[in-house]
């Protein structure tokens, strides 16, 4: 068996064994990975509802029309996850820097930004148990499985106030990205060798977004957004492995302001992860979130809900999360720290996953 073929064969493996260990969400091991969040620390802080209005979230390019200075974000989060799987349960940790986005302006009605956030995470440890024929005679195995890297979301973004009211935006996003990935074959029977393999995978795929903002009025803006990915393309040594069909997703939101110190929000998404294989979902999920307080030290709070990509069983798998946070300027408003803490649950077939995260975020405008 080539290194490549037993890379695969082990992956593939996963579909049909239970997971001991992992780094990132179970979820995402049994398809392309545990999708990101396109969100700055003030937006999942508040569960995500504040999102399609913040500039330094990247999900809508049209927020980013309201950045009048040259101006740079990014995100850190560390999680305690626990997870139950049946009998057995585990307690792992991951630490990541999902985003980072840099924007100012170039006239008075255009805007450019770029940077990269997490499209997919590709991290894990797994081991699995199984008995194979060997010259017609039943053996068993164990077969342990480490996957360490990501799919990252390269996006440069224009925006543009063509009214007062209204501004539009549009990106294009290059997915890239490598997974170091080793596979040991160990067998109870001593006499036969152990086999390893170790390869590299390589990621490539692009995509397109646009987005608008419309204020109906001084307290109350709404905004709309779509985004299309063609394929995430896997090579081997230049060999290309599997060619899988990304999603199409669209989403909105709304924020009300209904005083000095209080903003509410609202936000939606719909994404076609179907295409990505058997264990795919299509997802819709949901958030609602708050900021209170003045601009220099707001408290947010947030809950959101909704759907998970990838899973074992016919039905996704469902997530449902409580978030808060505050922020804090500092150097007459050329800086802002932002903290948020994160309690997620998912749950599908057989699976449960608890999580903690820990969020830090700094903006700062020179």
Request: hydrophobic fraction near 40%; glycine fraction near 12%; avoid cysteine.
């Amino acid at each position: 068996m080539t290194r490549a073929s037993l890379v695969l064969a082990s992956l593939g493996a996963l579909a049909l064994v239970s997971p001991a260990r992992a780094q990132d969400s179970q979820f995402g091991i049994r398809g392309l990975g545990t999708p990101g969040r396109w969100e700055s620390v003030r937006a999942r802080a508040t569960g995500g509802a504040f999102a399609p209005f913040d500039p330094f979230s990247p999900l809508l390019e049209a927020s980013i029309a309201d950045v009048r200075r040259v101006s740079a974000g990014v995100t850190g989060a560390t999680s305690w996850r626990t997870v139950d799987f049946g009998s057995a349960n585990s307690s792992l940790r991951a630490s990541r820097f999902p985003a980072f986005m840099i924007a100012g302006p170039i006239s008075s009605r255009l805007v450019v930004a770029g940077g990269f956030s997490t499209y997919l995470d590709r991290s894990f440890g797994i081991t699995t148990r199984d008995t194979i024929d060997m010259r017609g005679s039943p053996e068993p195995v164990s077969d342990e499985v480490t996957s360490d890297g990501a799919v990252a979301d390269l996006r440069i973004a224009l925006a543009a106030r063509l009214h007062r009211r209204l501004a539009v935006g549009f990106a294009l996003h290059g997915l890239t990205g490598s997974t170091r990935v080793s596979a040991i074959r160990r067998f109870d029977d001593t006499s036969y060798r152990t086999s390893t393999a170790r390869d590299e995978i390589a990621y490539h795929g692009l995509g397109g977004s646009a987005s608008a903002m419309f204020d109906l009025s001084a307290d109350l803006r709404l905004a709309a957004w779509v985004r299309s990915d063609t394929h995430l393309r896997a090579d081997i040594r230049g060999l290309t492995v599997a060619d899988d069909d990304l999603p199409f997703a669209l989403g909105g939101g709304v924020r009300w302001r209904p005083g000095t110190e209080a903003v509410l929000a609202a936000a939606v998404a719909w994404r076609s992860w179907t295409g990505g294989g058997l264990n795919a979902h299509d997802t819709f999920n949901w958030s609602v979130g708050t900021e209170l307080g003045s601009l220099t030290s707001p408290f947010r709070f947030g809950v959101r809900g909704g759907q998970v990509a990838f899973g074992p069983g016919p039905k996704a798998p469902t997530e449902f999360g409580i978030s808060a946070g505050i922020g804090k300027q500092f150097s007459g408003g050329r800086g802002r720290l932002d903290f948020g803490l994160e309690r997620l649950e998912r749950k599908g077939t057989g699976l449960t996953e608890r999580t903690w995260t820990f969020l830090l975020g700094l903006t700062v405008r020179p």
